[in-house]
């Protein structure tokens, strides 16, 4: 809840994306049963997804700082990108750890994306240390808590750059704690207009 508090401009700008989507996302949804014309993406497991979640702003990060990139590479940055934004870039409650949650899958494919681009930094040219660095201490993360076979519904499921997932509008209103974070943030939004139309008002007063 802390995070609608501190983002509800921008939980309510994401839904209104994927409510503009929602005729294309109908159609699309589904990851590997999906369209599979751009760049295949491999699966994630879930104990693979708990671990790169927290290292994502690290690896996009280094990947922007990329100048020598191919076609390959920008077009699974930019869906790691994209699709972090139909997934409410995380700040929904059990996003990465439910795999109930209608986020979940969304989750699974940016984080797969950032997991390819982070595969494909090791074979550019590029500071091989910092890239080196970061896997190592994945890795390292992965072994310590044993989370790689960790499985979940998704964890076998492909992604595609040219099939983004958005969270289905019927599962959101039937998962609590999501619509619970929405409709907060809905409140705050409303409440902060209604602030800001009251203090104008009384500035307009003689």
Known sequence: ???AQRHPGAILLA??????????????HGGSSGSQA????PSLTHGEMAVI??????????AESVSDTDETFRRLLNFAQIQRAYCLWGLMPGSVSDEESPFNE???????????VLLQMRVMKVERASVDDLVSDIDATL???????????F????????????????????HMKSLAVILSASLLVLAGLWLGARALR?????
């Not at 751009?38 to 993406?41: D, H």
């Not at 969304?106 to 390819?116: D, G, T, V």
């Not at 964890?155 to 997932?165: R, V």
């Open 15 to 28: 839904v209104f994306l994927m409510l503009s989507g929602w005729p294309v996302s109908a159609a699309a």
């Open 143 to 153: 072994v310590r808590n044993n989370l790689s076979l960790v499985l979940c519904k």
């Open 155 to 174: 964890s076998g499921e492909s992604f595609n750059t040219a099939d983004l997932i958005r969270p289905e509008l019927a599962d959101i209103a039937l």
């Open 38 to 41: 751009g760049i295949p993406i």
């Open 202 to 206: 009384l500035q307009a007063q003689p």
């Open 106 to 116: 969304c989750s699974h494919a940016y984080l797969a994306a950032a997991k390819a």
């Open 53 to 62: 979640a927290p290292y994502y702003g690290r690896i996009i990060s280094l």
């Open 1 to 3: 809840m802390r995070g």
